[in-house]
């Protein structure tokens, strides 16, 4: 898949060691930069629920 439009965190820095995501065909695609050829694919709504767990914290225990 053409490594085109991928978006990461300004918190990531500039190693390979973040999550990557892009909006395709109506779908939100995330991928870890480090293995760019496992894509997830989820829909929107998903994808903003997970943003929101993330910034509330309600996910921290699983670090």
């Known amino acids: 898949?053409?490594?085109i439009n991928w978006q990461k965190s300004s918190?990531?820095?500039s190693?390979?060691?973040c999550v990557e995501v892009r909006s395709m065909k109506g779908l939100v695609e995330?991928?870890?930069s480090d293995d760019g050829d496992t894509i997830v694919l989820?829909?929107?709504a998903?994808?903003?629920g997970l943003l929101h767990a993330i910034k509330a914290g309600e996910l921290d225990h699983h670090a």
């Open 42 to 44: 989820t829909g929107a």
């Open 11 to 13: 918190f990531s820095g």
């Open 46 to 48: 998903a994808f903003t």
């Open 1 to 3: 898949m053409p490594d």
């Open 15 to 17: 190693g390979n060691d």
């Open 30 to 32: 995330l991928r870890e």
